[in-house]
């Protein structure tokens, strides 16, 4: 999928929980709520996206670090 | 009137705890106090004539035809009129009642034409009826002399309007038309001109009834006694034979009908009284825009082609169905099980919907399942299942007549919800104070008799943070209701809430820059809010705050569509939370929604993260239940939403499609990219009523069944699951339903339903919401409002009345976070769009009716000051172009609009509002940010260039569908089309 538009989705995300003045449960809350509306496939090529260097990616902080410390993604790969 | 006559009391019901005691015709008799003599009588089966008189109405006295005696007064009162009084003697019947009711209705037949025989109202007249019950046998004063009927004295019958007509010849002077328009409607279009003898009720300022202020909701053809006011239906046609009770396909009002038919041809569509969503009240969409249905650009055959450069071939629905069912699973053996999904309808039925989903979580075995809800109310369903613990609006629709303040948000309820915005108006006509949060001046700002105590005029994109202004009223003035907040909503949240709100970035002052609205009304709105008072200042609210009010606020997609739609869901339920005003009548929070069946269509698992019921799939022992029901495994992973299908579509990973009853390549944002990725499907399978502007980009049509067509359920915006019955036999042989079945049985998944109640069964059985309904009970108690269960087994008007469904409510953070979307120097106005009354939605079904004589094209209103600017005159064509496409509309120059706003509907193809609409999107549930679009708008001379396209693709596509109707069907069972 178009990597820009899924960047700007996460981050769209980041700016509604960063209201959140616990930054750890602003994390587990942006993770949580990616793991539950975004296919497979999608949080994949997220999470292969925000692997790159900070410089590059374009996410937020917040939601780079909540991707990196929070995201699941399902054990089987059924979503070929 | 209906031909089958309902029970009329003559006056209104009256609620009272005390009940009154008195003797009519000898047998005692126990009413509310308050109630009429009439109705009194009515109840106890002792019938007085009657005209002037219905029981939807307030009495009025004028005919003096239900003069009663009663003991110990002189002369005959009105029964009507007269409220029943303990120990009264009445008497309804006498000689010398019978001769004075006689002497009355002499009166009226001196003056009216004596042609019952070819009248239209034949057989279905009250004056007629009231003539036989009095017995009048002659009319002495005979039939010459000063008239309104004869042939020299009557007046042409107005034919303006395109359903009913006016013959002012037939007209006895009741009134009730005029006190339908004013009391239940709450136009005021009519009045009663002249005096005396000239007495005749006249449109607006002796205007035509289309040139008049008149809404056509059909109010006064229904109170109307005589044939005065007349659908034309019905003069055409004649009276019906039978009624058959059933649910509108228009609005989430979800106003419940009798269809009055001869065989299978709709004569008219008459408001149920009984309905409990409209209470016998309609307009111009449901009562008369049903013409659609028959309409020739009904395609009534199944066809296939290889490509959408190809003409249409007709075939049966075995060779379509065994057609699209190899596609798909083509398709998914080449590309992988997600390649292909399939999009619910928020128009067909509860049944319809959830037999889709069905197919795709467990035929195609995925969870690539969405509905139109996405881009409408999906931030409703995430906004208060965060807060408050269920996807859905809190109220009935009547507890607006018990509340005191009423808050409207982004909704504009007397066009897009009409029934709903005339309730609306008469308990704002009684006293309620209003305050309205819209870029716009709507109707209900300034109307007869209406006028909203604050308008928030706010610019586009910025609710949340007028609601945060307002919480922050409410929180630093010491407004909050804390015994409520205290004993039902988490403290911690709540804390961090009032923490955050109390911000001084949060202060009316410091947002005033940001809305464009004037800090002192928005402290005023936020203490009217929580307080009922008017008064301005901090202490008057305190004050007023002794007495507990009922405050309740009703928005629309003003709200959702927005790139902060489920913040702003979730202010106003922190709102209603923190001024105690969820819970009981008259207070909650109420969302208007757009189709007939959205609610349903949530409700009925259309989400690709929810199973029916709202649980999400990755719930084992939900998912648990629906697998041992549905015999296959299914998948614990969220599917893709509609956006993620076009993304999806365009990188190859998605090819198959199976559309039922929803136009995306007209409803949904940014049209060039929708158009590339329907292009870019290998298979995409269209069920609809038209060869709408999706079918257009397909390869298989299936044809699809209008609501006359057949049996199921919507769901309105209250929650009210209500029956929709068969009228007339599908066109195309099948029903939705039946089509949703055969394409499972070609895909190899048996579906077994002999009726659509069999599938509600299985609905009921799975879904612990739904756990009471069932068919048997829907015609016993008419409607059922969810959750039915055993703790509620007739419904639940009221929800969360002691506590929240999720237990405690939740008090979410809602910072606001401007858009993207903002005015720049290349595109310095904001486009808002939006619905008007007499087109609904896409507009496929309203455009095939003569509703075209109020609405014939979309048109751009922009403010006079940017008009002049541009060089651009009320009627011009203007050119408006953001940065997804640019499409040229005629300029409407208006105030309606305030500077820097510029409005449209997308009720038309050809307009393109939706070329020029962004995939700005909701950040919790993608739902399309329709409501703000930076844009620049020029004075132009011709259409843009994707309306050139446009044009030239429809008409290829129309010439594609021409040649099909030429052809005979092929297939197996192949017969004559």
């Not at chain 2, 009741?174 to 409607?185: G, L, P």
């Not at chain 2, 944002?669 to 870019?680: F, M």
Request: charged share 20%.
């Amino acid at each position: 999928m178009d990597i820009d538009k899924l960047v700007r989705m996460a981050n769209s995300i980041g700016h509604h929980f960063a209201a959140y003045p616990d930054r750890e449960e602003a994390m587990a809350s942006i993770a949580h709520h990616i793991e539950m509306s975004w296919t497979p496939q999608m949080r994949r090529e997220l999470l292969s996206h925000a692997s790159q260097p900070a410089s590059t990616h374009g996410l937020q902080a917040l939601v780079a670090d909540a991707l990196a410390k929070h995201l699941v993604l399902p054990a089987s790969t059924s979503d070929a | 009137m209906t031909i089958f006559r309902e029970p009329d009391y003559g006056t209104p019901a009256r609620s009272s705890a005390e009940m009154i005691t008195l003797s009519i015709d000898g047998e005692a008799v126990s009413v509310p106090a308050g109630t009429s003599v009439m109705r009194a009588a009515e109840l106890i089966g002792n019938r007085i004539p009657k005209l002037c008189a219905t029981d939807s109405m307030e009495p009025f006295g004028s005919c003096r035809l239900c003069l009663v005696e009663i003991e110990g007064r002189r002369g005959m009162p009105a029964s009507c009129t007269t409220p029943v009084e303990a120990g009264m003697v009445v008497r309804t019947h006498s000689t010398q009642l019978a001769e004075v009711r006689r002497g009355v209705m002499e009166l009226y037949i001196s003056d009216h034409p004596l042609d019952c025989l070819t009248c239209s109202a034949n057989g279905n007249c009250e004056l007629q009826d009231m003539a036989g019950v009095v017995g009048l046998r002659e009319v002495r004063y005979g039939m010459e002399g000063r008239n309104h009927f004869d042939a020299h004295s009557a007046v042409a019958p107005d034919v303006s309007n395109p359903y009913f007509s006016f013959d002012a010849a037939k007209c006895i002077v009741c009134s009730r038309c005029v006190r339908a328009c004013d009391e239940i409607q709450g136009t005021f279009a009519l009045t009663i001109s002249g005096r005396g003898f000239d007495s005749r009720v006249t449109a607006g300022i002796e205007q035509s009834f289309l040139d008049s202020d008149c809404v056509s909701c059909g109010a006064c053809v229904q109170a109307c006694p005589t044939a005065t006011l007349m659908e034309k239906s019905v003069i055409e046609l004649g009276q019906a034979e039978k009624s058959i009770t059933t649910t509108c396909a228009y609005c989430g009002v979800g106003c419940s009908f009798k269809a009055e038919v001869k065989g299978n041809e709709v004569v008219r569509m008459v408001p149920d009284k009984d309905g409990k969503a409209n209470m016998g009240h309609s307009c111009v969409k449901g009562r008369f825009a049903w013409g659609y249905a028959t309409h020739p650009d009904r395609i009534t055959t199944p066809m296939i082609r290889n490509t959408i450069d190809e003409p249409w071939q007709k075939v049966s629905w075995e060779t379509a169905l065994n057609h699209a069912a190899s596609e798909f699973r083509r398709i998914q053996s080449k590309h992988g099980r997600n390649a292909v999904g399939g999009i619910t309808s928020s128009r067909c039925t509860n049944e319809e919907t959830y037999l889709v989903q069905k197919l795709v979580r467990a035929a195609f075995g995925n969870n690539n399942v969405d509905t139109c809800a996405r881009v409408c109310h999906s931030p409703t369903g995430y906004g208060l299942k965060q807060t408050l613990g269920e996807s859905a609006g809190t109220q009935t629709f009547d507890s607006v007549l018990q509340a005191d303040v009423v808050m409207v948000i982004g909704a504009n309820p007397t066009e897009g919800h009409p029934v709903f915005g005339s309730l609306l108006k008469r308990r704002l006509r009684e006293g309620a104070k209003l305050i309205v949060i819209d870029p716009r001046s709507i109707e209900l700002v300034k109307t007869p008799h209406v006028q909203a105590d604050y308008h928030l005029k706010l610019m586009p994109g910025t609710n949340v943070a007028v609601a945060n202004a307002l919480a922050h009223v409410i929180v630093t003035e010491g407004l909050v209701d804390s015994a409520y907040v205290a004993a039902r909503c988490e403290d911690a949240a709540f804390q961090q809430w009032c923490e955050f709100v109390a911000r001084a970035e949060n202060s009316p002052e410091a947002t005033a820059a940001i809305t464009g609205v004037a800090a002192e009304a928005v402290r005023g709105a936020a203490r009217l809010y929580a307080r009922g008072a008017v008064n301005t200042s901090a202490d008057a609210g305190a004050d007023a705050c002794a007495k507990r009010h009922n405050a309740a606020i009703y928005y629309g997609l003003g709200v959702t569509e927005h790139a902060q739609g489920s913040t702003m869901v979730m202010a106003i339920a922190n709102l209603a939370m923190a001024t105690g005003n969820v819970g009981r009548m008259g207070v909650g929070v109420n969302p208007l929604r757009g189709q007939n069946n959205v609610q349903g269509s949530c409700d009925m698992g259309s989400f690709p993260h929810e199973l029916p019921g709202y649980r999400h799939v990755s719930d084992s022992s939900t998912r648990g239940l629906f697998e041992a029901a549905w015999d296959v495994s299914l998948d614990p992973e969220p599917g893709l939403r509609i956006p993620n299908m076009f993304e999806a579509a365009l990188d190859g990973s998605f090819r198959g499609l199976y559309v039922q009853g929803e136009d995306i390549a007209q409803s949904d944002p940014n049209i060039q990219h929708v158009e590339a990725a329907l292009r870019a499907l290998e298979c995409l399978v269209v069920q609809d009523i038209f060869l709408n502007e999706t079918a257009k980009f397909a390869h298989v049509f299936l044809p699809g069944s209008s609501f006359l067509e057949k049996d199921g359920t919507f769901t309105n915006s209250e929650r009210r699951i209500s029956r929709v019955r068969k009228v007339m036999p599908p066109l195309a042989g099948m029903a939705d339903w039946e089509v949703t079945i055969a394409l499972a049985q070609a895909l190899g998944y048996a579906m077994d339903y002999a009726h659509p109640s069999a599938i509600m069964d299985e609905i009921a059985r799975l879904t612990p919401t739904f756990k009471g309904v069932s068919y048997a009970r829907l015609d016993e108690l008419g409607s059922i409002q969810w959750p039915c269960n055993d703790e509620a087994p007739a419904g639940t008007p009221i929800m969360h009345v002691d506590t929240f469904v999720r237990g405690k409510g939740r008090f979410m953070l809602t910072a606001y976070v401007a858009t993207d979307e903002r005015a720049s120097k290349r595109f310095p106005l904001l486009l808002t769009t939006g619905r008007i009354l007499s087109q609904y939605n896409v507009g496929a079904q309203t455009r095939r009716t003569a509703n075209l004589v109020w609405h014939a094209e979309d048109v751009l209103e922009i403010h006079p000051h940017d008009a002049e600017e541009r060089g651009i005159k009320d009627g011009d064509w203007a050119g408006v172009a953001s940065r997804a496409g640019d499409t040229v509309l005629r300029a409407n120059v208006t105030e309606r609009v305030q500077p820097g706003v510029v409005y449209t509907t997308f009720h038309f193809p050809e307009s393109g509002a939706n070329v020029v609409t962004t995939d700005n999107s909701d950040w919790a549930t993608n739902c399309p940010e329709y409501k703000v679009t930076a844009v620049q708008v020029v004075a132009v001379n011709q259409p843009s260039d994707w309306q050139q396209r446009h044009r030239e693709f429809s008409a290829r596509q129309q010439a594609y569908l021409e040649a099909a109707r030429g052809q005979r069907k092929t297939g197996k069972d192949r017969v004559d089309a």
